[in-house]
């Protein structure tokens, strides 16, 4: 029945989202001489990009398939680049195609179960009513018999047509099914290359920052303490060394550089704590809860993971979901929940709050940061968070096959 219904909702969708797109682009390619026809041509491409969305969607929920969702273009800053992002999006031309080529499986399949069940129910009822109408013509596809044996053969051919309707309505799904996948969800060569060598890139700058870090606050602390530590040392040994020892000035300088010596230690502890959190050696479910306990945050951890990720990945997850959760406490209200499960061949970090909802990925905000630490390992964020409702943002990491 989910194939039936498919048919019917699908089929009624991409016509009508065909037949408007279509008049946007009209309206855009009439406009084209003026800015607000480029305006209403990104529209059109947006607008089928959305369609396509729903195509996909609605394909999950009937016939079965999981695609995953394209990730949206960069957009640089400047109308025209804007422009030129949003109708050149590959992903809206696809769902156009998509809603092209879909078009005459859209009539077939509405024809077939339309047309189908009234020729069935007719040829089947005929001989019933063969006797009293055995002069006249069924107004169903022109059905008649001179003779009772005919009219068995009509029946017989109810039959046999019951059976190939539900064969036909399959193939019909089965072809809309490779369509959704090869337009709808999987991303040509071009795309994808492109796609690893923004990770790469990015892997390649996020490592630069993290030695620049690491530089950095060796020099700006430990060195630094370390420094302080050796001159207060050379001191109290200038002071040992003395004709007259001053005691107090030596017992002085050792307390100072034994507070050095300490709080090289912690920065020290602290730093390599920035690299490898310890409590990942045990497990995602022990780090992210250890995360929340030492945070003080008031949230929720639930891990779901039938086999342990590589180290690597869960390093990821562990600082994406320490931002989100600071996101979430910064800028929400209580009720948070961190969600860790593997789905579909990938990790899927899930935190959501009841907060006023409206978060957004911003150049230079946390939302950012963690979509450039996806990206290292072809990861994804995805945001939902309407307007005075609640937020889920999910971080995607695909695991290795």
Known sequence: MAEYAWIW????????????????????????PIVLGLLVLAAAVQYARGVGTAHR????????????????????????????????????WRAIGYLFLRLPLSLAGMALVLLGPVFIVGSLTYPFLWFPFRSDVMPVFGIYAPHWAGALAWAVAGLVAAVALRWL??????????????????????????????????AVEDADLRLRRIERDLHDGAQAQLVALAMKLG????????????VA???????????????????LRDLARGIHPPALDAGLDVA?????????????????????????????????????????????????????????????????DGGPGGARIVSGGGLAGVVERLRTVDGELVVASPP??????????????
């Not at 079965?64 to 590959?90: F, Q």
């Not at 409702?389 to 290795?400: F, H, R, Y």
């Open 57 to 92: 969607r609605l394909a999950g929920a009937l016939l079965g398939v999981s695609v995953p969702a394209p990730r949206r273009p960069d957009l640089k800053p400047g109308l025209w680049s804007w422009l030129k992002a949003r109708i050149g999006d590959a992903v809206g």
């Open 235 to 246: 001191l109290a040994k200038d002071e040992l060394n003395a004709e007259t020892l001053d």
């Open 288 to 352: 992210l809860s250890t995360l929340v306990a030492s945070s003080g945050i008031d949230a929720r951890v639930t891990v779901d993971l039938p086999h342990r990720p590589p180290p690597s990945l869960e390093t990821i997850v562990y600082f994406s979901a320490a931002e989100l959760l600071t996101n979430a406490a910064k800028h929400a209200q209580p009720e948070i929940v961190v969600d860790v499960r593997e789905d579909g061949g990938a990790l899927k970090l899930a935190v959501s």
């Open 9 to 32: 909702v699908a089929g009624a969708f991409s016509f009508l989202s065909l037949v408007l797109m279509l008049v946007l682009a009209a309206a855009g390619l009439w406009l084209s």
């Open 169 to 202: 309505v399959h193939g019909l799904a089965t072809l809309d099914r490779l369509l959704v996948v090869a337009l709808l969800g999987r991303r040509v060569l071009s795309e994808r290359v492109r796609d690893l060598e923004q990770s790469r890139a990015t």
């Open 388 to 401: 005075g409702g609640s937020t889920v943002i999910t971080a995607v990491v695909p695991l290795p096959r």
């Open 249 to 267: 000035g030596v017992r002085d300088l050792v307390t100072a550089a034994h507070a050095n010596a300490k709080q090289a230690i912690i920065e």
